[in-house]
């Protein structure tokens, strides 16, 4: 991950309610929610809701699959973990034991 695709994803996080929606799909994994069930879930207006997940989509947080006239949204389980590595690459480079004392990210793999 580049430098600039870090910061899209972390601008896109840091709104209360895409972090909202983006945990909500997380937690949901690899099957995703329907719009009608994460809006009844984070009791979130439809139009806001699509607003937040298309900033979401744009960062690459999120991925968006058409099943005949319903839509899909999944957390893009790649990218949340390469925005991690990212964030971590360079743990603990000055301390004399590396990260082995320090907390690693947990990843996700559905």
Do not use: W
């Amino acid at each position: 991950m580049d430098e600039a695709t870090a910061v899209a994803a972390l601008a896109a996080l840091a709104q209360p309610l895409r972090l909202r929606v983006f945990r909500a799909l997380v937690g949901a994994g690899p099957q995703g929610l329907q719009p009608g069930a994460l809006s009844a879930l984070l009791d979130v207006p439809a139009s806001t809701l699509s607003f937040h997940l298309k900033e979401l989509l744009q960062a690459g947080l999120v991925a968006q699959e058409r099943e005949g006239r319903k839509l899909h949204y999944r957390p893009s389980i790649g990218s949340m973990n390469a925005l991690l590595d990212y964030l971590t690459a360079h743990c603990c480079l000055a301390a004399d034991g590396g990260c082995e004392s320090a907390a690693r990210p947990r990843r996700m793999s559905c």
